[in-house]
């Protein structure tokens, strides 16, 4: 998995190690990085190896800011509470099954 250390940074106040320094930490503490790669001045690309078993939170920037976290024991930025819109009213909401065969229950 590509990783940005500009946008991994994005998700801590706390400035992270240099890019090396995060690699070693990340492939001696969780994963494998297979390479870092400068773009110019401005940002370095990690080349993360994640196993089948990390998949499900590791294949993202916030998964792995979840992993640097516990390594470094840096805390996350606090997340914004998102507000929900007030959902529509769907009483007037005609639904029907043409074949019940099909679509034994219906819950909405």
Avoid at 3 to 14: G, I, K, R, T, V
Avoid at 22 to 45: C, M, W, Y
């Amino acid at each position: 998995m590509k990783l940005s250390y500009n946008w991994l940074q994005s998700y801590f106040d706390e400035k992270l190690p240099a890019p090396e320094r995060l690699g070693e930490v990340l492939t001696f503490g969780a994963f494998e990085v297979e390479s870092l790669d400068k773009l110019g001045t401005g940002d370095t690309v990690l080349d993360i190896k994640v196993l089948p078993d990390r998949a499900c939170y590791a294949l993202s920037h916030r998964g792995i800011a979840g992993e640097v976290s516990a390594l470094l024991d840096i805390p996350l930025k606090k997340r914004e509470d998102r507000v929900l819109p007030e959902s529509a009213d769907v009483s007037d909401a005609d639904i029907g099954i043409e074949a019940r065969e099909l679509c034994t229950k219906f819950i909405g």
